[in-house]
Each structure stands twice: as structure tokens, then as C-alpha cells.
């Protein structure tokens, strides 16, 4: 099974909501990530969590915050967004803690848009 | 860092058609992977391939990682072959090209 799963498909928030955006894997994968994709450009690392601490903070604004609960799951908690943030958030796992020289997966997104 | 570069930025085809896409990277990778996004957004993988030749049916890829570059075929190509294509490469972090777009017309 390489299956990564997000909820919610689809996300409208105004720009004093509070929401978080869940992604969930059962592979074993040791690695999880965040990415944003605007539309007609390629994903964009935000977070890299590696054995459930977070490795990597590509400079993400503070309104984006991660949480990796359990080594399955992995939360992006938003708060007081802008509408430039409006995008489709893409989760990816891997297998190896080594995260950059590992296959990732990905879910299929969730389409935020912040009014 | 790294820099991923694709080409062509966008294809046509014709049903049936062949093709061959493109990715040069600037330096040393561990890891090349190539992706088509459907319409929906989903990513889905085609190759883990950081260097060698793989087949998958009617696609195959090649990685040259001495040459620093991929290359993604697509045989007897289909309209459901529409979608973006991309390639991402990693040595500490990964990094997407900015893809190919590909049209598959009847």
C-alpha cells in the first residue's frame, strides 16, 4: 500500500479562521513533508519531519504551523492566513530518515482558499 | 542548491504519438523521480530513478547522472497521458523542475 491521505479535499477559510489540514500514511515511512503548489507552478517545500522532529522550515511564515503527532500523522495548523496563501498543500512521506535520497509519495492535496 | 531544469515547458500531441521529455539538473543527485499531475492535482509516481534505465508499459526513463540529466519516453501516447510531467531531484532537499505540460489530442 503507498497510500498518503489528506483531509480535507477542499478548504475555504476567511482570514481571521483558525483550520488545520491532516495527513495520514501507514507505510512505516519515516519522513513526512509539506509542499505548496500555486497553479502552474511546481510544489514547494515547506516542512520536512524526520523521525517526527522537524527538520527542515524552508522560511515559512509563522501562520503555517507543523505538528507531527505520531510517526502516521502530520497536522499544518493555519491561522490568520492571507489570500496569497491560497494554493492546493500537498503531503509526501518517505521511507528512510534520510529524507533526501528516498522515493516520496504523495497525497492528493488539499485545495485552500483563503477569502 | 540544486537546479532542475525541464524541457520542453509544453507538448501537443497527437493520440498515438511518441515523446520524449527532458530534465537537467546542475549538480550531484541521490535522487531523481519523475511525476505526472492529473487534472486533480495528484501526484503520482512513475519512476524512483536516480540513475539507470526502467520500463513501465508504454513509458520508460533513463537517468545519465554522470551527464546530469533524465529523460522521461512516452510511447503510443493516449489522452489520458494529459497533465503536467515533473521531474525533482535531491541531494539534501528535493526540488522540483518546473515541468513539462503535456496536450494528448484525439
Known amino acids: 500500500d503507498t497510500e498518503v491521505t489528506q483531509t480535507p479535499k477542499h478548504l475555504v477559510m476567511g482570514m481571521t479562521n483558525k483550520k488545520s489540514l491532516k495527513c495520514e500514511q501507514h507505510m512505516g515511512h519515516r519522513a513526512m513533508y509539506w509542499y505548496k503548489q500555486k497553479a502552474k507552478k511546481p510544489p514547494e517545500l515547506m516542512f520536512v519531519y524526520s523521525y517526527e522532529k522537524l527538520s527542515i522550515n524552508e522560511s515559512v511564515p509563522s501562520r503555517f504551523s507543523p505538528e507531527c503527532p505520531n510517526s502516521s500523522l502530520l497536522n499544518l495548523h493555519l491561522h490568520a492566513l492571507q489570500p496569497e496563501d491560497s494554493a492546493l498543500y500537498l503531503c509526501?512521506?518517505?521511507?528512510?530518515?534520510?529524507?533526501?535520497?528516498?522515493?516520496?509519495?504523495f497525497g492528493p492535496g488539499t485545495r485552500l482558499t483563503v477569502l | 542548491g540544486i537546479q532542475v531544469e525541464q524541457s520542453p515547458p509544453d507538448l501537443i500531441l497527437q493520440e498515438g504519438a511518441n515523446s520524449t521529455l527532458r530534465c537537467n539538473f546542475s549538480d550531484s543527485v541521490n535522487n531523481l523521480q519523475w511525476f505526472h499531475q492529473n487534472p486533480w492535482g495528484q501526484l503520482i509516481n512513475l519512476f524512483y530513478i536516480p540513475s539507470g534505465t526502467k520500463q513501465n508499459g508504454r513509458l520508460s526513463a533513463t537517468t545519465v547522472a554522470t551527464e546530469r540529466y533524465s529523460l522521461l519516453y512516452i510511447s503510443s501516447s493516449q489522452t489520458t497521458d494529459s497533465g503536467v510531467y515533473f521531474c525533482a531531484a535531491s541531494y539534501d532537499k528535493v526540488i522540483f523542475g518546473p515541468g513539462t505540460s503535456l496536450s494528448v489530442i484525439p
Open positions: 509526501a512521506s518517505s521511507q528512510g530518515g534520510d529524507w533526501g535520497t528516498t522515493e516520496q509519495f
